[in-house]
T-cell receptor, first 116, second 114 residues
């Protein structure tokens, strides 16, 4: 079974500080893709960052970066210089090219609060 | 370019009824996926359509069905509604079948079953 675990239901961070959201996953596949999606309150879910499992280099997108540990099946998200607009639910997810389909398997999410 | 749109945004139905939700993907996108979001089960994949063909289906009963039209618009139907079908139904579109592609989500349809 494909499972994605986000062990932190809620996190908080001071504005301008750094926060790390955890994600672990379980799969026997060697080829897969990892994602972090953000769902702001009452707004549409958007992609934050993504990583191909065969790439060892950690992906970065401006203030967002990941720490991808393939052997440990861990894919954490680091948000630097947190801003009020970062407050949202964050979902870790993965997909598998072998399925020939686009479906994402999501974790249960982490609600991030940014404190002014 | 307009984003993914879903109609209606809110829906209230009673048990036993059926419902049809609609999703219009971003222009040029040919893949449409549907997800159910509930507080208890989180985000669960329902099905994906690409070029009018269902490519994959999640673990949901046959009461849940969908289709995609030649213009890539998609509908999902739930028959014989149950209380547990109350959820936010999200539609997502992407350019093609490559699973690394970014999926663009709509605002969702909030279904309440009484």
């Amino acid at each position: 079974a494909q499972t994605v675990t986000q062990s932190q239901p809620e996190m908080s961070v001071q504005e301008a500080e750094t926060v790390t959201l955890s994600c672990t996953y379980d799969t026997s596949e060697s080829d897969y893709y990892l994602f972090w999606y953000k769902q702001p309150p009452s707004r549409q879910m958007i992609l934050v960052i993504r990583q191909e499992a065969y790439k060892q280099q950690n992906a970065t997108e401006n203030r967002f970066s990941v720490n991808f540990q393939k052997a440990a099946k861990s894919f954490s998200l680091k948000i630097s210089d947190s801003q009020l607009g970062d407050a949202a639910m964050y979902f870790c997810a993965y997909s598998f090219p072998q399925t020939g389909a686009n479906n994402l398997f999501f974790g249960t999410g982490t609600r991030l609060t940014v404190i002014p | 370019k307009a984003g993914v749109t879903q109609t209606p945004r809110y829906l209230i139905k009673t048990r036993g009824q059926q419902v049809t939700l609609s999703c219009s993907p971003i222009s040029g996108h040919r893949s449409v996926s549907w997800y159910q979001q509930t507080p208890g089960q989180g985000l669960q994949f329902l099905f994906e359509y690409f070029s009018e063909t269902q490519r994959n289906k999640g673990n949901f009963p046959g009461r849940f069905s969908g289709r995609q039209f030649s213009n890539s618009r998609s509908e999902m139907n739930v028959s014989t509604l149950e209380l547990g079908d109350s959820a936010l139904y999200l539609c997502a579109s992407s350019t093609d079948a490559f699973s690394y592609n970014e999926q663009f989500f709509g605002p969702g349809t909030r279904l309440t079953v009484l």
